[in-house]
């Protein structure tokens, strides 16, 4: 195990499971952040996975959550506010 999959799971564990807690627990808007975070988390750790097992196609995954999650953010906020009157 090198440096980098030491920090990916350590990223995983300490930073993923209280983003994942947060979106299953709390207000919408709560859920929601913790939601975003948790993309955020991800990313990197699939990053971290990427130089540790020098797999390229891992960086591409990383890069295309990245891009998608604040979209997937936008459509939800959007779900949130609910109708204009």
Excluded: I
């Amino acid at each position: 195990m090198n440096a980098w999959l030491l920090a990916a799971a350590v990223l995983a564990v300490g930073g993923l499971g209280p983003c994942l807690l947060r979106g299953l627990r709390g207000e919408p808007q709560e859920r929601l952040a913790g939601l975003n975070l948790a993309a955020t988390v991800a990313s990197t750790v699939l990053l971290l996975l990427a130089q540790g097992f020098s797999r390229t196609s891992y960086t591409d995954l990383a890069l295309d959550l990245a891009v998608l999650a604040p979209a997937g953010t936008l459509v939800f906020t959007r779900f949130l506010a609910g109708k204009e009157h």
